[in-house]
């Protein structure tokens, strides 16, 4: 069995190793018999075409051995897959969060991060859900991958063996900007997980308008450096002149507030011009009154001009 970087990498290896070799063996063989077919049955070494006679004992072997050859990879694949779905009751739980077109972890000390730190050599069971559409939670390295499902929870575990980072992407495609999905699993020692799922947001030099805003993958869509995505740029944006269309006419509101305030709760009442409706769900059961004060402070005060 090969080793790998979870506990299911090996075992996963294997079952894909052993249905390659069937399948080259069998593409090698048959092109191989077609080959010999062709050229011992040539129309120039038989002018005259002949009926074969059907033989029993032939059929019989090529639907057989088939048979048992693809139950063999069920049954190898079917013990590999059975562990992936016992969960242990040791295994520490963390709450995975996909959403067009970021990720957030939440610990079991409440801690959220869109960067996924586990420690080595130690289980670790997965809720995932979607805050939007389906995704797909997909670490290559460790050979798992689970689908999020809007107002579903899902389940995965692992033990991750080596200390290193690894790609986290989505796999599923969710919109736009799904190839920039990406984020990673950073496995540590027991020690030095201790130490970071102890730091809090406070120890962050980030203001915490913008953590909340970074937590709820806002600026997956919103840049801070004024490029354009799928939605308008956060840079300058507090006491900016905007052009809305509102009920199908264009008029002009300044960003205060009031308006910012809007915009998350209810963002398809005005649209900015140049972009369209349905592209962001409202965030007013997501994002406190508490909440938004940090982050009216973030644009008032910190934000990029």
Not at 1 to 18: E, H, P, Q
Not at 103 to 113: H, L, Q
Not at 117 to 127: E, I, W
Request: with cysteine; net charge neutral.
């Amino acid at each position: 069995m090969f080793k790998g970087a979870s506990n299911f990498a090996g075992s996963i290896d294997s079952v894909f190793l052993y249905i390659t070799v069937i399948s080259l063996v069998f593409l090698i063989g048959l092109t191989i018999a077609m080959v010999w077919f062709t050229i011992k049955y040539s129309r120039k070494r038989h002018p005259k075409a002949v009926q074969i006679k059907d033989n029993m004992k032939l059929e019989v072997a090529w639907t057989v051995i088939p048979l048992i050859i693809v139950l063999s990879m069920f049954y190898y694949g079917y013990t590999v897959f059975l562990p992936m779905r016992d969960m242990p009751d040791d295994a520490m739980l963390v709450k995975a969060t996909g959403r067009m077109w970021d990720w957030t972890f939440e610990y079991p000390n409440g801690k959220k991060d869109r960067v996924l730190v586990l420690p080595v050599d130690k289980p670790v069971k997965f809720d995932l859900t979607s805050a939007d559409v389906i995704h797909s939670f997909y670490i290559p390295a460790f050979r798992v991958k689970e689908d999020m499902v809007p107002g579903k929870i899902t389940n995965m575990w692992f033990i991750p063996t080596i200390k290193d980072t690894f790609d986290v992407f989505c796999a599923e495609y969710c919109g736009q900007r799904h190839s920039f999905m990406i984020t990673h699993a950073i496995i540590v020692s027991p020690e030095e997980f201790e130490q970071w799922l102890a730091q809090t947001d406070a120890d962050s030099d980030d203001h915490p308008g913008l953590i909340i805003m970074r937590n709820n993958a806002c600026l997956s869509c919103h840049s801070l450096d004024g490029s354009k995505l799928v939605g308008p740029s956060f840079k300058g944006l507090y006491n900016s002149p905007k052009k809305l269309i509102i009920d199908g006419k264009e008029t002009q509101l300044v960003a205060n507030d009031e308006y910012i305030t809007r915009a998350i709760y209810d963002p398809d009442a005005e649209l900015v011009k140049g972009y369209g409706p349905k592209l962001m769900r409202s965030y007013k059961d997501v994002i406190s009154a508490d909440d938004m004060v940090q982050i009216l402070d973030y644009f008032k005060n910190h934000a990029p001009r």
